[in-house]
């Protein structure tokens, strides 16, 4: 059990190590970019359906 929990926490560090300016950025400036991942995501849908 100890050890489950010593890879997940490994790995959420990872996880926040390697976005860290991102998640950093979200509370200084309120912005996410979820407005270009919804434009990437339409286009993506239209490539398929094309």
Same mark, same amino acid.
């Given at each position: 059990?100890?050890?489950?929990?010593?890879?997940?926490?490994? @790995?959420?560090?990872?996880?926040? @190590?390697?976005?860290? @300016? #991102?998640?950093?950025?979200?509370?200084?400036?309120?912005?996410?970019? #979820?407005?270009?991942? #919804?434009?990437?995501?339409?286009?993506?849908?239209?490539?398929?359906? #094309?």
């Amino acid at each position: 059990m100890a050890n489950h929990a010593q890879v997940f926490f490994r @790995e959420a560090a990872s996880t926040i @190590e390697n976005h860290f @300016e #991102g998640i950093c950025n979200y509370f200084l400036h309120r912005t996410t970019s #979820g407005v270009m991942e #919804g434009i990437n995501n339409r286009i993506k849908l239209i490539m398929r359906q #094309g």
